[in-house]
């Protein structure tokens, strides 16, 4: 398999090249195409590791400093959106795995469908902001659409125990992230520090953040209802302190099926991969015995309002969720500077939301053109209330 990888400095970015060279010995995969963001050092050093044809990076002068450094390879350097979207569709990979994060992962991985590549979507915000648009794309290209989210390759895993007209829900597990059981009064003064202390998940900044304020399981449950045909009232959150279980599918006859695995993105990640095959993995096994009980609990919806407002969202639909999902990265990013606090954050979305609220019902279809104008309108606005 040659692989492109969108975000392969970032930590599902690194973690999948892990996974490719823990597999190497089972399944050849070539990679073809890598990006990342502003960390040229680790940039440089997959090229000289992996020897993709081409690496792209956000600006014009990175991708100078960067041609200079790796001017011994054969690498190509490629810089902006406009290289982005080369590097996703014109590299000659059979799959590009979307692990940017935020609405910058939309357009290329777009283009990637629209090149009839395969995708490993780890890039929850292209279904959020377009789940119309891409999924439209994904069935007219006849690609194959397999999602990296721990939850959603549960639910992907699970779904093959049933037919799609016996679903009754998706449950949806979340850990609860660092503040579980908080009040608003003890979450007035946290620190970003705290915020990004989760317990059991290594991530990067802003989805431990999300994690934190439970805003990642909104934009997941907003993801579930375009990958998997149901809607955002068939699927229910539920605590799963431990993370053992990375999400269920409870059918009509209320068997529930359920997937489950220590708390690792390499086994969605290996999946995806190798999917339909299951290969060795390199990561332990849960040892029952040893954990000994597993917890579940009621997300708190008012204590964590992003949830609540990703479910409105979800539920409005049209450019709603776009709305929020900018609002949210803009309200994050100002979270991670120390200029609001961590309270601010659903704040901030709610106000958005409450800005946009007599524009949503204009308009229900969009191209990736009309969000991304959408989505700098917002981002612009700032953190207005």
């Known amino acids: ?12 970015g ?14 050849e995969i070539t ?6 963001n502003r960390n040229l050092l680790l940039l440089e050093e997959q090229i000289r590791r992996f020897h993709p044809a081409y690496a792209a990076v956000p600006d014009e002068a990175g991708a100078k400093a960067l041609a200079v450094a790796v001017a011994d390879t054969n690498t190509k350097i490629l ?15 059979d799959m590009v795995l979307s692990s940017i994060v935020g609405f910058a992962g939309l357009i290329p991985t777009l283009r990637a469908v629209e090149a009839g590549k395969d995708i490993a979507l780890a890039n929850k ?63 007035a003064g946290v620190k970003k520090e705290q915020a990004l202390k989760h317990p059991n998940w290594s991530m990067g900044a802003k989805i431990t953040i999300d994690s934190a304020t439970l805003m990642n399981k909104g934009l997941e449950i907003m993801e579930a209802k375009w990958l998997f045909d149901v809607e955002i009232d068939d699927i229910e ?15 009509k006859d209320r068997s529930v099926i359920a997937q489950m695995s220590l708390p ?22 849960v040892d029952f015995a040893a954990l000994g009980a597993l917890t579940f609990a009621r997300p708190d919806e008012q204590t964590f309002r992003c949830l609540a407002l990703a479910k409105k969202a979800g539920r409005q639909g049209g450019i709603m969720p776009t709305v929020l999902n900018a609002a949210n990265e803009t ?28 524009s949503w019902r204009r308009q229900t279809q969009f191209t990736a053109e009309d969000l991304l104008e959408i989505d700098t309108a917002v981002r612009k606005e700032g953190l207005q209330k």
């Open 1 to 12: 398999m040659k692989l492109t990888i969108l975000g392969s400095t970032g930590s599902i």
């Open 14 to 27: 690194t973690q999948a090249l892990e996974v490719v060279e823990e597999l190497k010995e089972k399944k």
């Open 31 to 36: 990679i073809t195409g890598i990006s990342g």
């Open 79 to 93: 810089s902006g959106r406009e290289g982005l979207c080369y590097l996703a569709a014109e590299t000659g990979s």
């Open 125 to 187: 915000e292209t279904l959020v902001t377009a789940g119309s648009l891409f999924m439209e794309a994904v069935k007219k290209h006849g690609v194959r659409l397999l999602p990296v989210d721990s939850e959603h390759c549960a639910i992907f895993q699970s779904l093959k125990s049933g037919r799609h007209d016996e679903i009754e829900k998706i449950l949806l597990t979340a850990s609860g992230g660092p503040f579980f059981g908080k009040t608003a009064t003890e979450l």
């Open 237 to 251: 959150v539920v605590v799963q302190r431990e993370s053992i279980i990375h999400s269920m599918v409870q059918f």
């Open 264 to 285: 690792s993105m390499k086994h969605p990640i290996q999946y995806a991969f190798t999917y339909p095959d299951r290969l060795e993995a390199v990561e332990p096994p």
């Open 331 to 358: 309200a994050v990013t100002a979270f991670l500077q120390d200029e609001i606090g961590f309270l601010e954050i659903a704040d901030t979305v709610e106000a958005a939301m409450d800005r946009w609220q007599d």
